[in-house]
């Protein structure tokens, strides 16, 4: 799963998906300009047979156009035969002809082949294992903004590849990648909030990321926040300050008058020693009326809970 992570293959959705060849003539002057030696109708074609647009779907025929644009130095072919490469699709799987095309691809500055050889580099395939040359890569490519990289670069830092370990670094990074969507960094960024590794330890904080990893259907933040499809446990919403304005099936309708705060809808799974782990949470602003719209269970029992108010889902405020 790691792996998979780490390997940024995006083929089919950022390269193979610029196809502009529509129509049949189209593509019959991508050939003709193809066969002239035109570089950009060369990749368009391997495009086209690709994808199966308006011409017999061919990875071999594919990776043919691809590798004639590529050996005239066009970048996204270059990284389209290092995926093909690596993968095995069209060519035979071959390390050594990946790392050939990504590093040329990554030296012309294509950020996905620079993840993708820094992850290469990481795992030793068809190169000498190297770590200071994977971090190089991830961090190059991080640098342009690519979310699985600026993870691959916190991965690297929390333990220690390639680089002095360093929590706050990792942190730094995860959070970039968190904050593009990422779900294993929202699961990360959850981990060191609730560890204090990194940075102070903030139960909330770490509530919020493993939410966020959850509703992309991250398996380890499910169960960190109690949603596996085996959890029956009834649902509490804890409010540190404000008013109930109301209160039925499905919604909880809040006042936020005394400050800023963050609200939790908490099931009785307990995560830590002293709290209990959220199903939903948000943050809002004093003065706001807000709606909780949460997943109701008529069974939910009469639940009291030290340091703040619980609103129980069935009869109200306790």
Request: glycine residues 10%; aromatic residues 10%.
């Given at each position: ?15 193979f ?6 129509t ?23 495009d086209?047979y690709?994808s199966?647009t ?5 990875h ?6 691809y590798?004639l ?5 066009d970048?996204e072919?270059?990284?389209s035969?290092?995926v093909?490469?690596y ?16 590093r ?6 294509l950020?996905?082949?620079q993840n993708?050889?820094g ?11 190297n770590?200071v040359?994977?971090?190089k ?6 640098d342009?903004?690519?979310?699985v ?23 730094k990074?995860?959070n ?16 060191m ?5 990194g ?6 904080l ?10 992309q ?18 649902n509490?919403l804890?409010?540190s300050?404000?008013n109930l ?15 800023d705060?963050?609200f939790v809808i908490?099931?009785k799974?307990?995560?830590f020693n002293d709290?209990?782990?959220?199903i939903?949470?948000?943050?809002f602003k ?7 719209i949460?997943?109701?269970?008529s069974?939910?029992?009469n639940?009291v809970k ?5 609103i ?7």
């Amino acid at each position: 799963m790691l792996k998979k992570i780490l390997l940024c293959v995006l083929c089919s959705t950022l390269l193979f998906g610029s196809v502009q060849a529509e129509t049949q003539q189209e593509i019959q002057t991508l050939q003709i300009a193809a066969d002239k030696g035109d570089v950009k109708s060369q990749k368009k074609l391997g495009d086209a047979y690709y994808s199966g647009t308006n011409v017999n779907k061919s990875h071999s025929e594919a990776a043919k156009w691809y590798r004639l644009a590529a050996e005239q130095g066009d970048v996204e072919a270059q990284y389209s035969l290092g995926v093909m490469s690596y993968t095995g699709i069209g060519v035979p799987l071959d390390y050594t002809e990946a790392i050939k095309w990504y590093r040329l691809a990554a030296e012309q500055g294509l950020a996905t082949a620079q993840n993708n050889l820094g992850t290469m580099y990481r795992f030793g395939e068809g190169v000498t294992e190297n770590h200071v040359e994977a971090l190089k890569w991830y961090r190059l490519a991080a640098d342009q903004g690519v979310s699985v990289s600026q993870f691959n670069v916190g991965w690297m830092y929390k333990n220690g590849l390639g680089c002095t370990q360093n929590n706050t670094e990792a942190l730094k990074w995860f959070n970039r990648s968190a904050e593009k969507g990422l779900a294993k960094a929202q699961f990360s960024l959850g981990e060191m909030y609730e560890n204090g590794i990194g940075i102070k330890r903030n139960k909330m904080l770490a509530m919020k990321w493993y939410h966020k990893a959850a509703e992309q259907g991250d398996t380890g933040a499910q169960k960190k926040i109690g949603l596996s499809t085996q959890r029956t446990e009834p649902n509490v919403l804890m409010v540190s300050a404000g008013n109930l304005v109301s209160i039925s099936k499905g919604q909880v309708i809040l006042n936020i008058q005394n400050k800023d705060q963050l609200f939790v809808i908490n099931t009785k799974t307990k995560l830590f020693n002293d709290d209990y782990s959220p199903i939903s949470m948000g943050a809002f602003k004093k003065g706001e009326v807000v709606k909780v719209i949460y997943n109701y269970n008529s069974n939910v029992a009469n639940e009291v809970k030290k340091g703040g108010i619980h609103i129980n889902t069935a009869t109200g405020v306790q």
